[in-house]
Every structure is written in C-alpha cells, then in structure tokens.
C-alpha cells in the first residue's frame, strides 16, 4: 500500500516540480536564516555566523539532488535526458546513423515482404468459418477436366452425377458442396444498358457452397439448394469487389438482371469482400452461378469436372469418411459397367480417391510455387542474418570509437550503470527508427513483390494477397534486430567498464592494428565469425602503454 | 558504502517520527536541533540530509506539512505526524527494539558461555 501510495505522490510531484523545487529552497533558506540566528546569538560574527550555518547544513547541490531522487520519477527523468543525449549524438554521426537505420530497414522490410507472401501463399486458410473442419477430394490439384470412368492415381475430380452419389451417401459430411475446376470468362452486361458487354471470370457451384463455408451474403442473398435445381430461375452471385469497383456498390444492383454470355441472370447476393471464392488465384470469380445452369457438362456421367469440399460433422473421422467414400466410388463405377471400355474395367481395380485438409482450399498455386517459396524464404532469413551481424558490427566499432568519450566521462564522476544506460538507449532509439523504416520497406516491399509475380490486368481482381505485413514476423525480425542492436551497442562500454581503471583513460589498445582488423569482418562473412570477432574485441587484454 | 546510508537514512526516519511524536508539530531546522541535541554528531555532519528523508516519508503518508510562522515569526514549513505515522512508529520502534536486543545479546556473549 505504502509503495503505491508513494508511487502517487512521485507522479503528480513530477507534474509540479518546479513548485517542489521552490518549495525545498524556500525550506533551506529558513533553515539557514535560523541557524545564522541561532549561531549570531552564541556571539559570531554575522559572516561567520552565516558560513558556519551553511557549513553544518552540507553540500546544498547535494541535498537538492538527494531531494530530487525522492521527489518526482527519476526512471522517467534520466530516460528523457538519455533518449535527448543519444538523439543528439546520433545527429553528430549522420553517416553510422542513416547506415544502420538503412540496414536495419531493408532487413527487415525484405524478410517481412517475402514472408508475408509466403504466409498467404502457403500457410494461409480461406477467409471462411471453421476452416479446420473442412476436407477436400484429393491430394493433388488437377485442371480440368477428365473423361471416361478411370483416373490416373487418384479420383479427384467428379461427374456431376458422382458428385450426387457422393452427397446422398455420405452421411458424415454436414455439407458437402461441389464447383467447376476451372472459371470460364463470361461476357457480363446488365440487362437494359447499351453500354458494351466486359468480360469477367465465373464459376459454377453447387448449391450448398456458401452454406458448407459457412459465409452469409454481404447484401442480399446466398444460394439454396431450390436454386441448384434444374428448371430453377438462373441467380447469381456477384463478388464484392466486382459490386463496389464495377457498379459503385449500387444498391440496385441485387435483384437486377445481368446478361452472362446471353443468358440472363438474377443477382441475388454479394458476397462478402475477404471471400475469394475456394481457390486462391490471380483472378477470381467475379460471378458464382448455380451448377444447374451449366447444361452441358452436367448431363453427363462421365465428364469429370468438379472438385469436392466438405464440411465434417462433428466427431466425424476423416479416415472413416475416405473408406466409405472408396466403396461408394466403386459401387458407383460397377452402376456404369456397362458403360465402361474395356481399358476402364482394366484399371477398375486400381480406382481410389484420398481426402485432404480442405482449410486452404484447392492449393493449385501452393503446390505450384512451394518449393521456389522455401528457397526465396530460407534466403531472406540469411539476408535478416547479415543484416545482424552488420548492424553487430557497426554498434561494436562505434562502442569502441567511443572510448575516449567515456573515459573522459567516467573520470568526470558519471556512474558507469549510467554510461551503460546511455549506450542502451541509443541501440534502442536505433533499433526503433530502424524497424518504423522497416515496416514502410515491408509495405512497399510487399506491394512491388505481388504486382511483380502477379501482374494486375485492367478492370480484372488481381490476386487477393493482401500487401499488408503480417504482424508476426514483422515482431520477429523487429525483435531479432533489437537485441542484436542491444547486446553489442551495451558490449563495447560494458567491456571498457571491466578493464582494470589504469588502462580506462587511455586509448591504447583500441587502435591497435589487430582488434581492428577483427572488427572489420566481410560482408558476406557468416554470423559466426562476426560472433567471434566480437569475442575477439572482448577478450582482449587493454595494453597499458605506461 | 551504499548499505551504511540506508541504515542513516532509515534511522534517520525513525528519529524523525519519534521527535514528531514526543514535540508536537516542528519545522525542519526544529527537527534538526532536536535530533542533534540528543544523537550527538550524527546528524551534525550534514543537516541538509534531513530534507529528503521529510520528503520520502511525507509521500509515504507518514508526515503531513504545511506553511506556519514559526516562534519569531518567520515563514516555516511545520511537520506533524499523521495517524498513519503513529502507528508506522511504533511498529518501527518494536521492530527496532527486538533487533537491537539480538544485537545486544550478540555483544554480551563471551566465548566462555558457549562452551
């Protein structure tokens, strides 16, 4: 209780200091005048009264600073004269200071882009509900379509008809949706304009597809299964960012009539805008239409052209669901012997399926760009490195370029811990401006790498990786550089701060040839040898020139 | 070095609560006099260490302080003890009691009586 309470007081006398100062002067000042008073009375002169009252009472400067150290929050007073100093140093040395911000920053902008990259490509789930829960036909994406009753490997794409089997039988799947494997480009006018028609991606999905995600319309509707239904109305379903770039979010846009490749289409819903549809690519759907106003593909058995996602119910077992799923693939296909030539009942036995973690959707471009992802992401943790062990470097130089300065302090009474403090609060100050730098190089940086690998094309989505950094990383680069900033900004005062007090005042060793040619490492040397370097500096023995 | 003055500085402020409590209201040079006339040359050396040690254990709730005119009539800062300070006091002077009586018995043992 007490602490606090003092704690309290330290904070709002901080805010009325200067009143406090007057106050203790005022006090010493009465205490003065009465022990001159008291030392005029035992029949001193009035000078020497005076100066024995101020004898007795001590050092004045002193006792303001003892008084000090009480009143107010040094902590917060000693960290604004710190960061005011290292401010003001950083200033005198522009060259040090722009080079280890400028390394700094480029570290970590360029780890932070690439990873963000890497992060929506790769470990990235889709913008959905419970993306865990969800399970996916497959374990290689295929493009698009494939024919006849057998498939290489794996069965991974599926007739419409298979599609329905699958639904009906499987009991374990909540939802289980289905959607063309590839988009088809449509040409889009709304119905009653004379303005000429754009081309724009569309896919065709099951009924249940919004429902198995488990996404709700932004505006209007999503589908049901009535609109999946053969003799059905046609709806569609326009994509955010469709609604607010093409139509300028007109709210009259649901219920209209649009006209995709001449045929006319409801729109009765927006989805909603994180939503890129189940498959990440560098142009999404822009249109989602029902499966039941294909008309073509869809009478047909044998024509593979759909991918299964698939939310389990809860407790449902994947592994249960595979092994049905492979005797119901079966059953199916022996419903279609008859059908089937004589190369298909050749490989019947060999027909199975395998199901997948489906969170991330259909990862064509994951398992397209993985392994160039990994080399581009183990080389910027080798960039963050040597950018490590530079900025090691330039902190340790500069620690021991300033040898001289804090000798000369140290023999002016500052208290090493202090001295420590100082060094402490400029590597902070650096490691701050560095990573602010950095965050603005990790938006740039994201941004010119995705318009780079994924070239926008006009009036068309783009890639929906967002440029912004993701947080995690840009804390772990921001975190490594600080301590590296800080372990060697604090190692070359602290080092000084052991050497014997005799060799403290002069410079001796410090422009010795050796020591400076183990601080100089390559630039493209490991970390390790900087670290040895480093051991090297703080090892050595100071020589006493005397 | 830094041990020693914080033992000053505690008893220090135990001496400043029991003047308080024995006098009544004082000013610092008050406080001053009185702890010097009865330690001797302790606080002699420096009256000036006084003031920080009256800031400390104002802020802690142990004093209060205000402006008053002192007996010829100059501008004072008086201190008095506050409720909290009374009893901080005497838990202080119990704990400062027991020690002291461990310390004695520490001095009084010869090596004779522990054989």
Same mark, same amino acid.
């Given at each position: ?41 035992? #029949? ?93 036909? #497959? ?184 092994? *049905?799923?492979?005797? *119901? ?28 973690? #489906?969170?991330? #959707? ?5 398992? *397209? ?46 208290? $090493? ?51 912004? $950094? ?22 070359? $005062? ?47 023995? $100071?020589?006493?020139?005397? | ?35 010097? @006339? ?76 522990? @054989?």
């Amino acid at each position: 209780m007490r602490p606090l309470r003092r704690f309290f007081h330290r904070l709002t006398s901080w805010a009325r200091r200067q009143q406090d100062e007057d106050r203790l002067r005022a006090e010493i000042e009465e205490h003065l005048a009465m022990q001159t008073a008291e030392n005029l009375r035992a #029949g001193l002169s009035p000078t020497e009264a005076r100066r024995q009252a101020a004898l007795k009472f001590g050092t004045v400067e002193a006792i303001k600073e003892g008084y000090r150290e009480q009143r107010g929050l040094p902590f917060l007073e000693t960290l604004i004269q710190d960061t005011r100093y290292a401010l003001r140093r950083l200033r005198k040395s522009p060259a040090f200071t722009i080079t280890t911000v400028v390394t700094l920053a480029l570290g970590i902008g360029a780890t932070t882009s690439i990873f963000t990259l890497v992060h929506a490509v790769i470990l990235k789930s889709l913008a959905v509900a419970n993306p865990a829960e969800l399970y996916r036909l #497959g374990k290689e994406s295929r493009c698009c379509y494939w024919s006849r009753y057998s498939q290489d490997k794996e069965f991974s794409l599926v007739s419409y008809e298979l599609y329905k089997y699958f639904r009906n039988h499987t009991k374990e799947f909540a939802e289980l949706a289905a959607f063309a494997a590839s988009e088809q480009l449509s040409g889009v006018r709304r119905a009653g304009t004379s303005a000429p028609a754009q081309s724009y991606p569309s896919e065709f999905v099951s009924g249940n597809y919004f429902t198995m995600f488990g996404i709700n319309a932004y505006a209007g509707r999503v589908f049901t299964a009535a609109d999946d239904r053969p003799g059905a109305p046609p709806v569609a379903i326009m994509s955010y960012r469709l609604w607010q770039q093409g139509y300028g979010s007109d709210p009259s846009v649901i219920g209209a009539v649009f006209n995709l490749s001449d045929s006319p289409f409801v729109v009765v819903g927006i989805s909603p805008p994180g939503f890129f549809g189940d498959t990440l690519r560098d142009n999404p759907p822009d249109f989602f239409l029902p499966l039941a106003t294909e008309g073509d593909d869809i009478n047909k058995p044998d024509t593979h052209w759909l991918d299964l996602i698939g939310r389990l119910r809860p407790g449902a077992a994947p592994a249960t669901i595979e092994a *049905e799923m492979r005797v *119901e693939l079966k059953q199916w296909l022996r419903s279609h012997w008859g059908e089937m030539d004589a190369n298909d009942r050749a490989k019947f036995p060999q027909q199975t399926l395998f199901l997948g973690p #489906g969170g991330a #959707g259909i990862t064509s471009m994951r398992e *397209e760009y993985e392994h160039w992802l990994q080399i581009l992401m183990m080389v910027s943790a080798f960039v963050l490195l040597i950018v490590c062990a530079n900025v090691a470097n330039l902190m340790l130089v500069r620690g021991l370029e300033r040898r001289r300065q804090t000798s000369l302090s140290m023999a002016l009474g500052a208290r $090493p811990s202090r001295l420590v403090r100082q060094a402490l609060t400029e590597s902070i100050i650096l490691s701050l401006v560095g990573g602010a730098a950095g965050l603005i190089i990790a938006f740039a940086g994201t941004r010119l790498i995705l318009h780079f690998a994924f070239p926008p094309v006009f009036g068309a989505a783009g890639i929906p990786i967002s440029a912004s $950094p993701s947080m995690p990383v840009l804390l772990f680069a921001f975190s490594l550089s600080l301590i590296t900033g800080v372990t060697f900004g604090i190692a070359a $005062p602290a080092a000084l701060l052991r050497a014997p007090a005799r060799s403290r005042g002069r410079c001796s060793w410090y422009s010795r040839p050796r020591s400076r040619l183990f601080c100089f490492p390559p630039r493209d040397s490991s970390p390790p040898l900087c670290a040895i370097s480093s051991i090297r500096i703080l090892d050595s023995k $100071p020589i006493d020139a005397s | 070095m830094k041990e020693k003055a914080d033992v000053l500085q505690g008893t220090l402020a135990l001496m400043v609560l029991k003047t308080l409590d024995v006098l009544g209201p004082l000013h610092g040079y008050g406080i001053a006099r009185r702890i010097e @006339q009865i330690s001797g040359d302790l606080l002699a050396v420096n009256q000036g260490t006084l003031y920080p040690v009256l800031l400390k254990l104002e802020q802690e709730g142990s004093i209060a302080s205000e402006w008053g005119a002192s007996e010829n009539n100059r501008k004072a800062r008086f201190y008095r003890l506050t409720r909290d300070g009374r009893k901080q006091l005497r838990a202080e002077a119990r704990d400062w009691e027991q020690t002291a009586a461990i310390i004695e018995r520490f001095f009084i043992v010869k090596a004779e009586d522990l @054989q």
